[in-house]
């Protein structure tokens, strides 16, 4: 070995990790950003004595919003008339079956099949009851109320 070799100083090159990075951080923005949209912060939910969270092995659920004067939300969309609801969620529960590949998978929980309903707590029961019915009649069947725990 020779006393002149030159040592040159070797860097990781970074550019790629940080690439990957920033990408995965715009990701979980834009997720966050869905979950948010269809939880109206408008919506005072009742309280109940006794309430549950919501599954953790349920992977795939609806969120409907009932507002104080009536007015039923999904996603960013609102609804007004029970009809509009109802097609809707008609539509939509046709296209979970033809993304689902088979229809014992539907059954076996392969498709969207919980719906949960954050109603204000100064809408009437009516409002609720219709929107139920509404969800009934298209044809999903298990729906979820969501209330806030009451402190004991």
Not at 8 to 33: G, H, R, W, Y
Not at 46 to 56: F, G, H, L, R
Request: net charge positive; proline share 2%.
């Amino acid at each position: 070995m020779s006393a002149s070799m030159n040592h040159e100083k070797v860097e990781p090159n970074l550019t790629a990790l940080l690439d990957i990075v920033l990408q995965m951080v715009m990701f979980f923005m834009l997720c966050s950003n869905f979950v948010a949209a269809q939880l109206d912060q408008k919506i005072k939910l009742p309280t109940a004595i006794s309430a549950k969270s919501v599954d953790k092995d349920v992977r795939d659920f609806l969120i409907l919003n009932i507002d104080d004067k009536g007015v039923t939300t999904i996603g960013t969309d609102a609804f007004e008339t029970p009809g509009k609801i109802r097609s809707y969620l008609t539509n939509q529960l046709a296209l979970d079956k033809a993304r689902t590949k088979k229809a014992a998978d539907w059954e076996a929980g392969g498709g969207r099949s919980l719906i949960i309903l954050r109603a204000h707590k100064d809408c009437s029961y009516k409002q609720v009851h219709d929107v139920m019915e509404v969800c009934r009649s298209s044809g999903y069947t298990n729906v979820q109320l969501r209330a806030l725990l009451a402190a004991q």
